[in-house]
């Protein structure tokens, strides 16, 4: 679901001696050619100068987009989930308010702590820790990553996690962090099988993960609204793991690891006989497809961080962020 992008328009950021190392190199020797692969190195996934930009980027042209409510602003600095989910807003926003957002209020990252991986291959990738203006109290965990040289680093994960939750990662005697490869079995559960995991127990419930307020509550809470007078609601989930929806993983100091994945949820409501769904909200509307009869079938994107830990255990999900992208009626 994550948009096209023209690699035209892509912004190139600056180069630096980190981007000239991670580049495929090119000697010429006495005895012929050698060729080096920057990308079976193993390499910090970018500098922190580099890092910095990014996010200083990011949270301009995120505030662009949120005042004129126009996605175009922002492509070029989101991906994967967040994409999903922030093009979806921004453009029931343009529908309902089409000279802009009335309520704009600029976000402000302060207190931004980098963490980044060394790593190789890619997609490359680091995450930041910051406070925000907004959410209350609560951590602005922000996942960048880019899939080659000449893409600009994007936004894939945004997510919100409480004070004091979010965990110490190991690092190395310069600081670089540690990636977690999608299919590493020291963990509870693989990285990689975590979105099949977590949509499996929103259906049938199970041990895999600890009690709270995405796991337990979340089924307990569409159980009682599945069935209400005149209606009932069906719920469906789905694993998103394919391209910008990859998850990653960091390595926290107790051996464990700091998941961000991504989930597809569907929720249809039908009305009995001789009733009629509700009329949704505006920004609802401007999203759906069809005329709103007996039902109404909404579609979202959800992105989740979660900590894995080492060895068998639950896994705890520390932050979630769901927004629809669109809506069916019939």
């Known amino acids: 679901m994550s948009r096209d992008r023209d690699p035209r328009t892509l912004r190139r950021p600056a180069r630096s001696a980190l981007i ?7 000697s010429l020797t006495a005895s ?50 967040l994409a999903d989910i922030d093009s ?13 957002n ?5 976000l402000t990252l302060t207190d931004a702590k980098f963490t980044i991986p060394k790593k190789a291959g890619w997609p490359r990738w680091f995450v930041v820790d910051a406070a925000g203006n907004k959410g209350g109290t609560a951590r602005w965990l922000l996942a960048f990553t880019r899939s080659s040289l000449d893409d600009p680093f994007q936004v894939a994960y945004l997510t919100l996690v409480a004070p004091g939750k979010v965990p ?64 009932v609601t069906q719920y469906i989930d789905e694993p998103l793991t394919n391209g ?21 949820h569907y929720e249809k409501l039908t009305a009995y006989a001789g009733t ?10 401007a999203l759906t497809k ?20 080492k060895g068998p255990g639950k896994v705890t999900i520390l932050g979630r962020i769901q927004g629809m992208t669109s809506a069916e009626g019939s």
């Open 102 to 106: 009335p309520n704009h209020t600029p």
């Open 32 to 81: 012929g050619c050698v060729v080096v692969h920057g990308e079976r190195e193993i390499l910090p996934s970018t500098t922190r100068t580099e890092a910095a930009k990014a996010l200083q980027e990011f949270t301009a042209a995120y505030n662009e987009a949120d005042k004129a409510y126009d996605g175009s602003l922002d492509a070029d600095h989101t991906t994967g989930a």
């Open 168 to 231: 110490q990662f190991t690092k190395d005697a310069d600081g670089w962090a540690e990636s977690v490869p999608v299919k590493s079995t020291d963990l509870a559960t693989a990285p990689g099988d975590l979105s099949s995991t977590y949509a499996t127990y929103l259906k049938n419930g199970g041990e895999t993960f600890t009690d709270g307020a995405h796991t337990s509550q979340w089924r307990a809470l569409r159980e009682k609204n599945g069935k209400k007078p005149g209606m």
């Open 20 to 26: 000239a190392a991670s580049a495929t190199a090119l």
């Open 276 to 285: 009629s769904v509700p009329t949704p909200s505006k920004d609802v509307l």
């Open 290 to 309: 069809g005329e709103i009869k007996q039902s109404l079938t909404m579609e979202f994107v959800s992105n989740e961080v979660a900590l894995d830990p």
């Open 244 to 264: 910008d929806h990859a998850p990653l993983a960091l390595r926290t100091t107790d051996g464990g690891a700091l998941v961000f994945f991504t989930t597809r």
């Open 88 to 100: 979806a807003r921004l453009k029931a926003g343009k529908a309902n308010n089409p000279d802009g």
